[in-house]
């Protein structure tokens, strides 16, 4: 009998617990932002932005340079010109990781400068197919005001130069926050 209380009573407390989680989560609503700006990559010149640091000893002799490594503080601009407002950067590292086509593997943090996102933090990791028009890239998380999003983001180059190394590629971003 006093087996069968307790029961009731645990019971009785674990429904009330899942009705203050699902208040506590009714409470947090799910937002979208859509995002666009200009990522500026430069591995040559002046002002270089993303730096080789690992490459295999057949890196050079690959057609898709498979095991090179640079690590990037690449700036993220409103509009197109190296000189617009800048946003943020995206922070991290590209790899080559296919040996048949150009597929970088991207791990990035975009770390957002003033505006309403100021101090948050998108983090960003997928399959960027360097030849293709358009290369979709998920977002698995982030920081302030982007807790626990979800989103994906969109990359398509604005211009390239192929002498020099260094592009500029245009992300739509949507992201899913609360
Ligand atoms: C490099 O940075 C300096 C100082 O910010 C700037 O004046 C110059 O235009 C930049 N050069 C290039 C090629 O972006
Ligand atoms: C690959 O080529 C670059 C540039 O030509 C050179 O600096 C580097 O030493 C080479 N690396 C290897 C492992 O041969
Ligand atoms: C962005 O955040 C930094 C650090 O918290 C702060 O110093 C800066 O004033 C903020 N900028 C804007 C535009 O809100
Ligand atoms: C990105 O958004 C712009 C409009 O803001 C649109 O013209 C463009 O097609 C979009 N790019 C992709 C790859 O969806």
Redesign the pocket.
Known sequence: MANEHLATVAVATMVIMCSVQSAQANLLKEKISHLQFYFHD?IS???VTAVNVASAPTTNTSATSFGLVYVMDDPLTEGPE?TSKLVGKAQGLYASASQEKVHLLMAVTYVFQGGKFNGSTLAVVGNNAGFTEVREMAIVGGSGKFRLARGYVLGQTHSFDSKSGNGIVRYNVTVHHY
């Open positions: 430069r010149g002046k002002n190296p």
